[in-house]
């Protein structure tokens, strides 16, 4: 080896020690290197992998070993560090250095890529610019730890690679993976993130296609089986240059005249592509100078990804740019990075009332074009309403700021509660001013060309008996008649409610149960010990009747071995949280009846009627048309798992296949990868046959692969459409002026000052202390925290079945009650606060302790609003001293 080799090695330490992982080459350390020196590399190894490196460099220097120079360039290449071995060969970094802009990019938009990659997947498509052992340590990682801390590893191993084209096959593989959330934020030159607008306003490329299926008309009313496969063949075509029919170009033609506008028009006809064509021809006749951004809204996660996909891939080929936001994953997302370099936003409107609220979008003005999906729901405190209350401050307030045009699209605005023609008109009239409207654009020249393809089923209706003996029933209601005395034998629960509690296994009775409940948080009697454990048990009475009544209502529509294991599960879950003598004696009860409950499903006498008129509609279904696709439409998430899994068990229908799509919730809904699952395997021709949906498959999401609706004691969102025409202004505008002085009373009233009265909060199901209204500070406007320590002596934990982060909360632990187990909110981290108790107000009710007796009272709606005290700030400051 040369001075001027060993001067290199030296001049260019820098690059090697970012780039060498030194015990990637392990053969030539046991060849050249001391077993110390080796120890003491990898050991520095384990803190951070630049001073091992920094450490072998220095151990390097040092050696005068003949040949030890060329056995080290040797195992460079050996071991894959081929662009580090050529620079060091040719004492040329230059390529090596042109690698620093693209690493410094992934570095600053690395929150967005580890939260929404799977970097197994990802690498699958890297096959040159990894080396195989940090392609093992990736996937290591990513089995242990989730596919977050394996992203980061991903990064780690990209920010220390010596290969010329790592980010340009890096951006491939995630362009290959679909992850547009990331690859919108690498564009072709990685040091710049900037929209291109000097060629957002080119012509469309003249080679663009794109396919698009239409779901055919359904009325919820819908319940038996139609062929139309033709119909569906008609309105699945390709669409070269979006080229409309003449019916969907009337629908457009008062929002490109500039009006607000209500699109509606009936399911199947292409409200969508509407909306493709609106938002293109928005873009491309910006004049010159003038930046345009479109937000198009969908109200629920499936619907999102449908219609975010459906943008991505006709924009694919032009100038314009897609990005998306949905679900947790936005808190980790550069949110004003993405809007500005992106021209289309698909979203959900709580996402955008979220980033408006804490800044990372700063107004309506950034945006020239707001679509509204299903755009009828903007009513009440619905995402989209709430929206529109603040654009219409904007627009009736005193500054003078540019506000974006508003489309709307649904096949039916509704008419509410009307009982009359002329309260219908007002509930349309007042949807128009919630949403700023001018205009309804409906069919009304091109009527014949909707309708050949617009395709309206044929309905039918069955009407089933029910079980002759229903000894299941008999048993469970002679259980829940036992519990209701044990219930009277410490206090009449007849007095805690004005209403009857109705028949067993009815909703009318869940009604009584929900009504008792909130009476007993609010009872007092002179021994408040006594008082404490009177309420106690009569929530536990009550919580074990409405399960009982769950499962009547189970059995009653499914099978009894589903009712069984739904209470099975429930005291199962009992048992393991540990239970009081109350608890104990109403679990004796069930083991006393549970064998015999089992043995009744086996009885064939049992069978549920409902069930076998089922089965007979799909096996002659599926007999005429073996390419059947179903949607088995469900009133509750546990009536659709039971009537899951009696298809999976029943042989003659397991060929379906059967999938469950559930809305997304706390505790029973789907996660957003299981709904996209269910809904990529029903729409594969070889995947399932049939979808057991709550109403989350009602509205929205386009099944054109479906051709049977079975509506299984299931009462939709039915609404008849009531076409209009033309502008109400001045009546909109009135509307709007009134709402908005209602809507500044009750700030004001909200925001005047409580009095500063001190409450104490008691658990509502047994009424021991929890915390002062005093304790109580405030996080962002939304979260609720007690400071005071001695509050942790009152309360237990539970791991979260889903720890996840939103804005700048971790969710970490479940909180208990530590005396009867009342879910009482969860622990969280806060910025450098850990496991911060953070309560909700329906769990606790108040007592006044100024007043004689102390008053109890209930938080009106359930909502930290409506506490009649008043609130601090958070501040850390308090935490500290504390």
């Given at each position: 080896m040369s001075e001027t080799d060993k001067h290199n090695l030296r001049a260019y330490g820098l690059y090697i020690t970012h780039i060498l992982r030194p015990t990637y080459i392990h053969g030539f350390l046991a060849s050249f290197l001391t077993p110390v020196d080796i120890q003491q590399i990898e050991s520095l190894e384990s803190q951070s992998v630049i001073k091992s490196a920094e450490r072998f460099l220095d151990i390097l220097l040092t050696l005068d070993e003949k040949g030890w120079y060329q056995a080290f360039l040797d195992e460079l290449g050996a071991r894959g560090y081929t662009g580090l071995k050529t620079a060091i060969e040719t004492a040329d970094f230059t390529e090596i250095d042109k690698l620093d802009e693209p690493k410094k990019l992934l570095e600053r938009i690395s929150p967005t890529i580890v939260s929404n990659i799977n970097p197994c997947e990802v690498m699958i498509h890297m096959p040159t610019c990894l080396l195989g052992r940090q392609c093992e340590e990736i996937r290591q990682v990513t089995e242990r730890a989730g596919s977050t801390a394996g992203a980061m590893k991903l990064l780690e191993c990209l920010q220390s690679s010596d290969k010329v084209n790592f980010f340009k096959e890096f951006k491939l593989a995630l362009e290959e993976c679909n992850y547009n959330a990331v690859t919108s934020l690498l564009t072709s030159d990685p040091g710049d993130v900037k929209t291109n607008w000097e060629n957002?306003?080119?012509?469309?490329?003249?080679?663009?296609?794109?396919?698009?299926?239409?779901?055919?008309?359904?009325?919820?009313?819908?319940?038996?089986?139609?062929?139309?496969?033709?119909?569906?063949?008609?309105?699945?075509?390709?669409?070269?240059?979006?080229?409309?029919?003449?019916?969907?170009?009337?629908?457009?033609?008062?929002?490109?005249?500039?009006?607000?506008?209500?699109?509606?028009?009936?399911?199947?006809?292409?409200?969508?592509?509407?909306?493709?064509?609106?938002?293109?021809?928005?873009?491309?006749?910006?004049?010159?100078?003038?930046?345009?951004?479109?937000?198009?809204?969908?109200?629920?996660?499936?619907?999102?990804?449908?219609?975010?996909?459906?943008?991505?891939?006709?924009?694919?080929?032009?100038?314009?740019?897609?990005?998306?936001?949905?679900?947790?994953?936005?808190?980790?997302?550069?949110?004003?990075?993405?809007?500005?370099?992106?021209?289309?936003?698909?979203?959900?409107?709580?996402?955008?009332?979220?980033?408006?609220?804490?800044?990372?979008?700063?107004?309506?003005?950034?945006?020239?074009?707001?679509?509204?999906?299903?755009?009828?729901?903007?009513?009440?405190?619905?995402?989209?309403?709430?929206?529109?209350?603040?654009?219409?401050?904007?627009?009736?307030?005193?500054?003078?700021?540019?506000?974006?045009?508003?489309?709307?699209?649904?096949?039916?605005?509704?008419?509410?509660?009307?009982?009359?023609?002329?309260?219908?008109?007002?509930?349309?009239v007042q949807i128009c001013a919630n949403l700023n409207a001018e205009a309804i654009s409906t069919v009304q020249k091109y009527v014949e060309e909707l309708e050949k393809y617009v395709f309206v089923s044929a309905k039918h209706t069955r009407e089933t008996g029910k079980r002759t003996k229903d000894p299941f029933a008999d048993i469970i209601s002679g259980m829940m008649a036992q519990v209701e005395e044990m219930a009277k034998n410490i206090y009449n629960i007849d007095d805690l409610s004005q209403t009857q509690n109705g028949s067993y296994g009815t909703q009318s009775y869940e009604q009584w149960i929900i009504e008792v409940q909130k009476k007993c948080k609010v009872l007092q009697m002179p021994d408040v010990e006594q008082?404490?454990?009177?309420?106690?048990?009569?929530?536990?009475?009550?919580?074990?009747?409405?399960?009982?009544?769950?499962?009547?209502?189970?059995?009653?529509?499914?099978?009894?071995?589903?009712?069984?294991?739904?209470?099975?599960?429930?005291?199962?879950?009992?048992?393991?949280?540990?239970?009081?003598?109350?608890?104990?004696?109403?679990?004796?009860?069930?083991?006393?009846?549970?064998?015999?409950?089992?043995?009744?499903?086996?009885?064939?006498?049992?069978?549920?009627?409902?069930?076998?008129?089922?089965?007979?509609?799909?096996?002659?279904?599926?007999?005429?048309?073996?390419?059947?696709?179903?949607?088995?439409?469900?009133?509750?998430?546990?009536?659709?798992?039971?009537?899951?899994?009696?298809?999976?068990?029943?042989?003659a229908l397991t060929f379906l296949q059967p999938e469950m799509l559930l809305g997304r919730s706390k505790n029973t809904g789907m996660t957003l990868p299981s709904q996209k699952k269910a809904l990529t395997s029903f729409k594969d021709d070889s995947g399932s046959k049939i979808l057991v949906a709550t109403s989350v498959a009602d509205e929205g999401i386009d099944i054109a692969q479906c051709n049977l609706v079975l509506l299984y004691e299931y009462v939709g969102n039915v609404i008849k459409m009531i076409q209009t025409r033309g502008k109400v202004i001045d009546v909109i505008n009135t509307i709007q002026v009134n709402d908005k002085k209602m809507r500044e009373w009750t700030v004001r009233t909200s925001s005047a000052d409580k009095p500063d009265v001190s409450y104490q909060l008691l658990c509502g199901k047994c009424k021991l202390y929890a915390c002062n209204s005093n304790d109580i500070r405030v996080i962002e406007d939304c979260h609720h925290t007690v400071i005071d320590n001695s509050f942790k002596e009152r309360y237990s934990t539970k791991p979260h079945k889903k720890p996840i982060v939103f804005n700048n909360i971790q969710k970490r632990q479940k909180l208990h009650c530590k005396e009867c187990n009342h879910d009482w909110g969860i622990t969280a981290n806060y910025k450098v606060f850990n496991d911060i108790p953070v309560i909700k107000i329906e769990s606790f009710i108040l007592m006044n302790v100024a007043t004689p007796g102390g008053k109890r009272v209930q938080t009106p709606g359930g909502k930290w609003k409506n506490v009649p005290f008043p609130i601090k700030l958070f501040d850390g400051a308090e935490v500290g001293n504390e």
């Open positions: 957002s306003s080119s012509s469309m490329s003249q080679d663009v296609e794109m396919h698009y299926s239409e779901e055919p008309e359904r009325l919820d009313t819908c319940s038996a089986a139609v062929n139309n496969t033709k119909k569906l063949q008609q309105n699945s075509v390709t669409v070269k240059n979006l080229q409309l029919r003449n019916y969907q170009i009337e629908l457009a033609e008062p929002v490109l005249a500039g009006d607000n506008t209500l699109i509606c028009a009936p399911t199947g006809c292409g409200k969508t592509i509407v909306a493709l064509h609106i938002t293109e021809s928005h873009l491309k006749e910006a004049p010159e100078g003038e930046k345009r951004k479109v937000v198009f809204m969908a109200t629920t996660v499936p619907v999102y990804e449908q219609q975010y996909d459906l943008f991505v891939k006709h924009f694919k080929k032009t100038s314009f740019k897609v990005c998306g936001f949905c679900g947790d994953k936005v808190d980790s997302s550069p949110v004003e990075m993405l809007v500005e370099a992106n021209d289309i936003i698909v979203l959900t409107p709580q996402i955008l009332l979220n980033c408006l609220k804490d800044g990372r979008i700063a107004s309506f003005s950034l945006f020239t074009l707001l679509i509204f999906d299903e755009c009828h729901k903007a009513t009440k405190n619905h995402p989209y309403n709430v929206l529109m209350k603040k654009y219409l401050d904007i627009k009736l307030g005193t500054r003078t700021i540019i506000l974006p045009q508003i489309v709307g699209l649904t096949a039916s605005l509704g008419v509410g509660d009307a009982c009359s023609v002329n309260e219908a008109m007002n509930y349309i008082e404490r454990m009177i309420c106690r048990a009569l929530f536990t009475y009550t919580e074990y009747l409405r399960k009982f009544n769950d499962a009547l209502i189970i059995n009653a529509d499914a099978r009894t071995k589903d009712a069984v294991g739904y209470l099975k599960e429930f005291f199962d879950n009992v048992k393991r949280g540990g239970y009081d003598k109350t608890e104990q004696m109403l679990a004796a009860l069930f083991e006393d009846k549970k064998e015999q409950l089992e043995q009744i499903d086996a009885d064939p006498a049992n069978e549920n009627p409902k069930l076998s008129e089922v089965k007979s509609i799909l096996k002659e279904e599926y007999e005429n048309n073996p390419k059947t696709k179903t949607i088995l439409f469900v009133q509750t998430r546990a009536l659709a798992d039971a009537l899951r899994k009696w298809l999976q068990d029943c042989q």
